[in-house]
């Protein structure tokens, strides 16, 4: 348990769908992040919010679009999705710098 | 960008053997991390880096700056610590990472 939580942790959506996946932080970090991992690629970076406010975003496409409500809770929200973007999706938080932490991810299929 | 490289990709020991793992990158970081990460997916942080070396109890880190590289060791080796082992660097503040392909490691009792 590392004190970052995501739901759902499974997903199949069609290509259609829109959908949203959650991530929620009980260690009181100023900053989260998604990261996506794809089969047989590196883990790659997709969103960095720093204090609620998006500090990157890493040429992902306007089909993912995300939303930091507050330091605690951060929203992938998935629409119009390709079978391409079925992955790992992980969220992470941290104070500043320091360590991240990492969530358990949601396993995303899209059909 | 960062370009971070880790070698060996697949590394197969017996227990209780010494594991060496890795890792180099190619423009100044701030830190450089090292991160398990189990069948399942969940990632754990090993350590955290930006100079020297650091232990924690039979893992090893250690980082030369200078020459942009880093090495993970695993003395004892046990099959618990099968997993992939993945390098990753950040260049400052609250930066996502940068990582590398990761080092599946199977140790066989």
């Known amino acids: 348990e590392t004190g970052v939580t995501q739901t759902p942790r499974h997903l199949v959506m069609g290509m259609t769908n829109k959908k949203s996946l959650k991530c929620e932080q009980h260690?009181?970090?100023?900053?989260m992040y998604w990261y996506k991992q794809s089969a047989k690629k590196p883990l790659e970076l997709m969103f960095v919010y720093n204090f609620k406010e998006q500090t990157e975003n890493n040429s992902v496409p306007s089909r993912f679009s995300p939303e930091c409500p507050n330091s605690s809770h951060l929203f992938l929200h998935l629409h119009t999705l390709q079978p391409e973007d079925s992955a790992l999706y992980l969220c992470a938080s941290s104070q500043e710098s320091d360590t991240q932490y990492f969530g358990p991810g949601t396993r995303l299929t899209v059909l | 960008k960062n370009e971070v490289e880790q070698s060996p990709q697949n590394l197969t020991a017996q227990e209780g053997e010494f594991i060496t793992i890795n890792c180099s990158y190619s423009v100044g970081i701030s830190a450089l991390h090292w991160l398990q990460q189990h069948p399942g997916g969940g990632i754990v942080s090993l350590f955290m880096l930006s100079s020297g070396k650091k232990k924690h109890g039979r893992l090893i880190a250690t980082i030369n700056i200078q020459e942009k590289h880093s090495s993970l060791h695993i003395t004892a080796s046990h099959p618990r610590d099968s997993a992939v082992y993945i390098c990753?660097?950040?260049?400052?503040?609250?930066?996502?990472?940068?990582f590398g392909k990761g080092t599946h490691l199977i140790i066989q009792p």
């Open positions: 260690l009181g970090h100023n900053a």
């Open positions: 990753a660097v950040n260049g400052g503040g609250a930066d996502g990472l940068t």
